[in-house]
């Protein structure tokens, strides 16, 4: 692992560094008299120095072996655990994104499909009402003219009778007013000529 392996190292270069520097070390007066704790002439001195860097390099290698691996597994699992999460979110929100995409297309599909229905449904419906325009005009045509011919013929048939009588009354009042028959060609006549007279 490069993290272990680099803190072994450091961690065995100052360990070298103490030991050098306590055995290199040569009398200092201010030391020797101010801080007998740094007094090298003295063996007790030394021994503290040197027992204290190989407790340390100890230490650093108790710690190197068996608390910075785990350190490092720990730190390389939440990574891990991080680096998944972030693809799981990135996935998560190409999937939403695609999802979002879809229900737009959807609405705009069916907002087309809805607008197509209604034009086909009002068209239907136009064709329909001029169907039903065409037949009822042609059924009010036909009941005007049957209207029409059959006022034609009670006209016509009217005209005749008040002919008839016209006639009848006609000669009535000739043979009255005269005390002598009329003819009736010549009665028959005279009404026809008034009738169409007064029909113009």
């Not at 340390?56 to 108790?62: D, E, G, M, R, T």
């Not at 490092?72 to 999460?85: H, N, W, Y």
């Not at 209604?118 to 049957?146: F, G, K, S």
């Amino acid at each position: 692992m490069p993290g272990a392996t680099g803190l072994r190292r450091l961690g065995a270069q100052v360990a070298v560094c103490l030991l050098a520097a306590c055995v290199l070390a040569g009398p200092s007066p201010a030391f020797a008299a101010g801080m007998p704790q740094l007094d090298f002439h003295n063996p007790l001195t030394i021994w503290q120095v040197v027992w204290g860097a190989v407790i340390f390099l100890l230490l650093y290698l108790v710690l190197s072996r068996s608390a910075l691996p785990q350190v490092a597994s720990v730190l390389d699992a939440r990574r891990g655990r991080i680096e998944g999460d972030l693809e799981a979110a990135r996935t998560a929100k190409t999937g939403t994104d695609r999802a979002i995409d879809d229900l737009r297309r959807a609405r705009r599909k069916a907002a087309a499909e809805a607008q197509a229905n209604l034009d086909r449904v009002l068209q239907d419906a136009r064709e329909e009402a001029a169907v039903r325009t065409r037949e009822m005009n042609a059924r009010l045509e036909a009941e005007i003219a049957a209207a029409e011919a059959q006022l034609a013929q009670e006209r016509t048939r009217a005209m005749g009778a008040l002919r008839t009588v016209a006639a009848d009354t006609a000669q009535l009042l000739v043979e009255r007013v005269t005390g002598q028959p009329a003819g009736r060609s010549l009665v028959e006549s005279h009404v026809d000529g008034a009738l169409a007279a007064r029909t113009a």
